[in-house]
């Protein structure tokens, strides 16, 4: 492998090399891959099938099957809105309508220009009793309101911008 192209993929080889280059261990790799891109890049996903023999069209179907994959750039805050039941009853709606205004976003639009930040609903994130319940990362907020959350947001915001001026 041309050396341009080993320091391209050099995670992802160290990745792949970690799990043997074993096909059997595609979700993983995928997991760990995700986990380091915070998506899947379409080229890295090539890369990962010509590396374990397989044909992109398998690694992207396996990829596109598993709604924990996400094929397109995330922010570097998710924001995960529960909208099951109990949060719906509750009011996860505004607190939905709320982020997307105070983010600029909408139901096609789910990340910031700035790549800091984006919102999904899921289905269900298994605090009921805390509902209506936002996930930021893997932090778990309960009784969450519209003002909470804008709240959260501006909070971020802000450490971001004392991070970045530092």
């Known amino acids: 492998m041309p050396i341009v192209m080993y320091r391209k993929f050099e995670k992802v080889c160290a990745i792949i090399e970690k799990n043997g280059a074993d096909p059997s ?5 995928l ?41 397109q750039p995330k922010g570097k805050y998710v924001i995960r809105l529960c909208d099951g039941t109990a949060c719906h009853v509750k009011g996860s709606n ?44 893997d932090k778990v907020y309960g009784q969450v309101t519209p003002e909470k959350a804008v709240a959260l947001v501006e909070e971020i915001r802000k450490k971001e911008t004392a991070d970045v001026s530092v």
Not at 25 to 29: A, C, Q, S, V
Not at 31 to 40: F, N, S
């Open 94 to 137: 505004g607190i939905l309508e709320a982020l997307f205004k105070k983010l600029g976003l909408d139901g096609k639009k789910t990340t910031t220009d700035d790549m800091l930040f984006t919102v999904e609903t899921v289905s269900c994130l298994g605090a009921c009793g805390l509902a209506p319940v936002v996930v930021i990362n």
């Open 31 to 71: 997991q760990e891959v995700q986990e380091e891109y915070r998506y899947l890049p379409e080229e890295v996903m090539t890369f990962v099938a010509t590396s374990l023999g397989l044909s992109p069209a398998k690694v992207y179907g396996v990829a596109s099957f598993y709604a924990h994959f996400a094929l």
């Open 25 to 29: 261990k595609l979700i993983p790799i």
